[in-house]
């Protein structure tokens, strides 16, 4: 495995990672408050849908159109998501059927809406995504120049910005404080004054807005177009990337670059020696199957948030 | 009278997901209407799709009946898969692994296995079960032994399915055009040309016989039996089956094995019946949500799974039908979420009833500062 291929390999693997970072931080928000977020999947598509619709239509008005289109992805994902918050906080209902109603429901509705607005089975498609960008100064560090900041998609650094927000505001601020406790033990913060609805709906919210920003950054970087199979299970692979980072964002971030690199490695494979003679197929299975191994290893251990996917019913001790 | 009670709380548990189905055809209906487009042909679309029979322009065709059934096979047995396992208290959303597991070892068997059609069908459907039963097992043993959650597994081995039906059809049994295997043999199918003849050419196969054993066998099991009580033991309450002596852990397993067959005949029904070779998959195909909301709006109950298949199956078949009136065929999928959805809202639904029939507690639901209890 030259240097060179390792260089050229980077940016790709970076522009794979960016919306699986990003939607494994909105899990993270979601998790942390006590709701359990299977949705990312569907919250994806949306926001992918309405990032690229957006982009297609503002497209001859302005070159900012696939910005908007990201603005436009992340409220999509923040409404869509309301739907998963009332159902589960308001009316008690089991977090994961919730969920997996969202993502029934973001297949059906995405494709409906494109043969409504564009009478085909998908968006019609973009003449352009967003624009990859050149770091200058820093594009001249040897190896690591080349590795990070010539030809990459301003939605990477976007994701590690996010990254170190979201580490901010989860570890080190009173809110962040106050969400992790309704994840914990949403009795024992009632009883010390917070509001775990008004918390839970913020986690639930704020993943909205991550993962409808991964969506909208994916189809704005990997695709021409919204389809159906546009977001093909990244957000289950951004659900293993919250498991097998522990659920925190420095574990996310790594991860998320590893499962990126996983991704591509199927393509690079034939370039590399000792991977030359395993099918591709194997890596494409290894961000599932790590995860399982992450489960069991984590296994009666606490790390994930303690009170995720519990129906929070205030007249428990 | 505490009969009477009884019958009572039955009812209002069977009037919740009558009442979500529906709201969510209201809902789908309103969909339509928003985007300028006639919610009756869409129920004209569905009717025709069920009984064949064309309300708008008259006329009776009974291939649609042949598809209702083939729509509604693989969805009735991914939901009686779900259902068992939520019986136990396991929420199994790998359905759609297990279905690919046991069609990924019915083609095997299908392509190697040299036999008369009593014997190879046979064979087909058996290991298809078995190779459902072994993908379910790996989630209940991780659950019973580390007590690992079973959502976040089953979605895991999904995509592991997946990929691995993918690799075994193109690389070990060899695809002629990188999507499908070779044709099987005649004896490895459940097609029959005089099922078809009698539906107008629909592609109606055997396979409905098994899918209704397979009913049976989940109304037995769980109803009948000291094994299936006890697994319902410890769904109603794992602790008190573990102090009341039960093997809770091994209940757990096996609950999962044998969703996990039903979910595999499936597999084994769609490919040697709907289709008559082994095909890579570039997606999960929906059939295990399909399974969540059937099970769901089945109550998971026997009787309930069977009309709730048949209920979804409708909207399948009625599909392409709605794509041919000019309203997308997706509106089946937002209707299905929508009772998906407002069955998960189940205590909501129940004030609402309430509220219908004049109890006025208001809806005190939707505040933060109600007092209720939960479940």
């Known amino acids: 495995m030259s240097l060179k291929l390792v260089l050229e390999m980077f940016p790709i693997a970076l522009m794979f990672a960016a919306p699986i970072i990003m939607a494994a931080l909105g899990g993270l928000f979601s998790e942390r408050s006590g709701v359990v977020n299977i949705a990312l999947e569907g919250i994806m598509m949306v926001g992918a849908f309405a990032g690229a619709s957006v982009t297609v239509v503002l497209e001859p008005v302005t070159s900012m159109a696939p910005w908007l289109g990201l603005l436009v992805g992340i409220l999509a994902g923040m409404v869509f998501s309301l739907f998963h918050s009332f159902a589960s906080i308001n009316l008690k209902a089991d977090q994961v059927i919730s969920g997996t109603a969202l993502n029934i429901l973001a297949g059906g509705l995405t494709v409906y809406l494109c043969q409504i607005m564009f009478r085909q089975q998908r968006t019609r498609a973009f003449s352009s995504g967003l624009r990859k960008v050149t770091v200058p100064m820093l594009n001249k560090i040897p190896v690591l120049g080349p590795m990070f900041f010539e030809e990459i998609y301003p939605t990477f650094y976007l994701a590690i910005i996010l990254v170190v927000l979201t580490w901010y505001i989860v570890k080190k601020t009173a809110f962040g404080l106050r969400l992790r406790s309704c994840g914990e033990h949403p009795q024992a913060a009632a009883s010390m004054g917070i509001d775990v609805y008004l918390m839970r709906y913020a986690g639930v919210t704020i993943s909205g807005a991550l993962a409808g920003l991964a969506g909208a950054t994916m189809v704005l970087t990997q695709d021409i177009q919204y389809t159906v199979s546009s977001i093909h299970g990244t957000g289950f692979i951004a659900l293993a990337s919250l498991v097998f980072g522990k659920w925190n964002p420095w574990g996310v971030l790594g991860a998320g670059f590893f499962f990126g690199f996983a991704q591509i490695l199927s393509y690079y494979a034939k370039d590399i020696h000792f991977l030359a003679a395993m099918p591709q197929e194997i890596f494409y299975m290894l961000p599932y199957a790590l995860t399982i191994i992450a489960l069991v290893v984590f296994a009666g251990k606490t790390v994930g948030p303690k009170a995720a996917g519990e129906i929070y019913d205030k007249g428990k001790r | ?375």
């Open chain 2, 1 to 375: 009278m505490p009969k009477i009670q009884a019958n009572k709380a039955n009812n209002s548990k069977i009037m919740v997901p009558l009442f979500a189905v529906a709201l969510g055809f209201a809902l789908g209906s309103i969909v339509v209407l928003i985007t300028g487009k006639n919610p009756l042909m869409m129920f004209n679309a569905i009717i025709q799709g069920s009984t064949g029979i064309n309300l708008a322009r008259g006329g009776f065709n009974p291939r649609h009946i042949g598809e209702l059934v083939i729509q509604s096979m693989p969805i009735l047995l991914t939901g009686l898969s779900v259902g068992f396992a939520f019986r136990t208290g396991l929420f199994n959303i790998g359905a759609e692994g297990q279905l690919m597991a046991g069609s990924l070892a019915a083609t095997a068997i299908a392509l190697t296995v040299k036999a008369p059609v009593f014997i190879h069908v046979p064979m087909v459907l058996l290991a298809g079960m078995a190779a459902g039963a072994a993908w379910g097992a790996i989630p209940g043993f991780l659950k019973a032994k580390f007590n690992v959650h079973e959502v976040v597994v089953t979605i895991m081995l999904n995509y592991i399915a997946l990929h691995f039906n993918n690799w075994s059809i193109l690389k070990v049994f060899g695809s002629v055009d990188r999507v499908k295997t070779a044709e099987f043999p005649v004896t490895a199918l459940l097609k029959d040309p005089w099922l078809a003849a009698i539906t107008n050419g629909s592609r109606l196969n055997w396979g409905f016989l098994p899918v209704i054993l397979a009913i049976l066998a989940y109304w037995f099991i769980l109803e009948k039996t000291t094994f299936g009580f006890g697994l319902r033991a410890v769904g109603f309450n794992k602790d008190a089956a573990k102090y009341a002596g039960m093997k809770v852990e091994r209940n757990m397993v096996l609950s999962m094995v044998i969703a996990g067959a039903f979910a595999g005949l499936a597999g084994a029904i769609i490919t040697t019946g709907t289709f008559s070779f082994g095909r890579a998959l570039t997606a999960a195909e929906g059939y295990g949500f399909d399974g969540i909301a059937v099970a769901l709006v089945g109550m998971n109950k026997a009787p309930g799974i069977l009309l709730a298949g048949l209920l979804f199956g409708m909207l399948k078949s009625a599909g392409p039908l709605m794509q041919s009136a000019g309203i997308p065929r997706e509106i089946g999928g937002i209707i299905q979420a929508s009772i998906v959805m407002l069955v998960a809202m189940k205590l909501g639904l129940e004030r609402i009833l309430l509220l219908l029939r004049g109890n006025i507690q208001g809806l005190s639901f939707l505040s933060s500062d109600s007092e209720e209890a939960g479940v």
